[in-house]
């Protein structure tokens, strides 16, 4: 089974040197990630009220949903959409209450453009994935 994207993370952020750092994005390399890094870094705006949520008690590996599925579907909080703003908000109260209490995390992060995760810049992304268009 592939990492959850919150593992990775985990695991960047245990790395003790910038080369260590990148070194971790490179060697956990997947289409999900760097589509991650893409909405997170990439011109793509969210418009979408982040509700109160109760994160999932299931362990990791057992719950209902993963962000790895869930990112091919984020368009539709994208401040283009014509969804209505409660439409959106109740979707999204659904995924997060369904994915593990980490990656829950990891997607508010997305949505508001920041993970409040030291050293993870847009620039050592680029050093990790130079073609990626961010």
Same mark, same amino acid.
């Given at each position: 089974?592939?990492?959850? /994207? *919150?593992?990775?993370?985990?695991?960047?952020?245990?790395?003790?040197?910038?080369?260590?750092?990148?070194?971790?994005?490179?060697?956990? $390399? *997947?289409?999900?990630?760097?589509?991650?890094?893409?909405?997170?870094?990439?011109?793509?705006?969210?418009?979408?009220?982040?509700?109160?949520?109760?994160?999932?008690?299931?362990?990791?590996?057992?719950?209902?949903?993963?962000?790895?599925?869930?990112?091919?579907?984020?368009?539709?909080?994208?401040?283009?959409?014509?969804?209505?703003?409660?439409?959106?908000?109740?979707?999204?109260?659904? /995924?997060?209450?369904?994915?593990?209490? $980490?990656?829950?995390?990891?997607?508010?992060?997305?949505?508001?453009? $920041?993970?409040? /995760?030291?050293?993870?810049?847009?620039?050592?992304?680029?050093?990790?994935?130079? $073609?990626?268009?961010?």
């Amino acid at each position: 089974m592939k990492k959850l /994207i *919150c593992e990775i993370i985990d695991e960047f952020k245990a790395a003790q040197t910038r080369v260590e750092k990148v070194y971790v994005l490179q060697k956990n $390399d *997947c289409s999900d990630l760097r589509l991650f890094f893409y909405l997170l870094y990439g011109p793509m705006k969210f418009d979408v009220q982040i509700p109160e949520y109760r994160p999932a008690p299931e362990p990791i590996g057992m719950n209902w949903t993963y962000l790895h599925s869930e990112l091919k579907k984020l368009g539709r909080f994208a401040d283009t959409t014509q969804l209505p703003p409660e439409k959106k908000t109740s979707l999204l109260l659904v /995924i997060l209450e369904s994915l593990y209490k $980490d990656e829950a995390e990891l997607l508010v992060g997305l949505l508001k453009k $920041d993970l409040g /995760i030291k050293y993870l810049t847009p620039k050592v992304v680029k050093e990790a994935f130079e $073609d990626l268009k961010i």
